[in-house]
């Protein structure tokens, strides 16, 4: 079965890090992008970035948002999927969700998500 | 950015019910939409790719069209637990955005 399991999340300060790991299990990690999404309690949904496949050298996209502060990156040999979240503001605060998109013909849509993780940044 | 607006933002209905959802892309997308189920406190769940096409495993009762701008999310003989919140997304162009939600809820 195909499942992406988030973790990490936490009570953080502003200004601080955190790292979000997704594991996911049910099929070939190398082969498929990644994209992190989040959702700010009682808000709707908002991209944050993608990682793409070997195929494509591991190429990362950003939300303007997010863009400088947060940074992809993934582990193809442990299934391993990372947001690594620095300079946190008290707005980062959301439940994060890692997803896996299927591409096909130039075309990637979401096909799997994970539960989510809750990062919430207060002093 | 592309704007994803759906409508309505809340729906009431009753078991056995048929219900649509729009969702409107502020430009032309192609057919480069996800519709997907959200309930509280569990994963997303992708139902409609390229607008109408099924994920596997989901049931015939969930149906999608549209190309361009205009998108439809069609629900049929509702069930208990279709009672959920319900997302469009576009993934023509970066960022990917999403609509802002339609909760359905039982009447």
């Known amino acids: 079965e195909v499942q992406p399991v988030e973790s990490g999340g936490g009570l953080v300060q502003p200004g601080g890090s955190l790292r979000l790991s997704c594991a996911v299990s049910g099929f070939t990690f190398s082969d498929h992008y990644m994209d992190w999404v989040r959702q700010a309690p009682g808000k709707g949904l908002e991209w944050v970035g993608r990682s793409r496949n070997k195929t494509k050298s591991y190429t990362t996209e950003y939300a303007a948002s997010v863009k400088g502060r947060f940074t992809i990156s993934r582990d193809d040999s442990k299934n391993l999927l990372f947001l690594q979240m620095d300079s946190l503001k008290i707005e980062d605060t959301a439940v994060y969700y890692c997803?896996?998109?299927?591409?096909?013909?130039?075309?990637?849509?979401?096909?799997?998500w994970g539960r989510g993780t809750l990062v919430t940044v207060s002093s | 950015d592309i704007q994803m607006t759906q409508s309505p933002s809340s729906l009431s209905a009753s078991v056995g019910d048929r219900v649509t959802i729009t969702c409107r892309a502020s430009?032309?997308?192609?057919?480069?939409l996800v519709w997907f189920q959200q309930k509280p406190g569990k994963a997303p769940k992708s139902l409609i790719y390229a607008a109408s096409k099924l994920q596997s495993g989901v049931p015939s009762k969930f149906s999608g069209s549209g190309s361009g701008t205009d998108f439809t999310l069609t629900i049929s003989c509702l069930q208990p637990e279709d009672f959920a919140t319900y997302y469009c997304?576009?993934?023509?162009?970066?960022?990917?955005?999403f609509g802002q939600g339609t909760r359905l809820e039982i009447k």
């Open positions: 430009q032309g997308i192609s057919n480069d």
């Open positions: 997803a896996r998109l299927y591409c096909s013909g130039g075309r990637c849509p979401f096909d799997y």
């Open positions: 997304q576009q993934y023509n162009s970066y960022p990917v955005t």
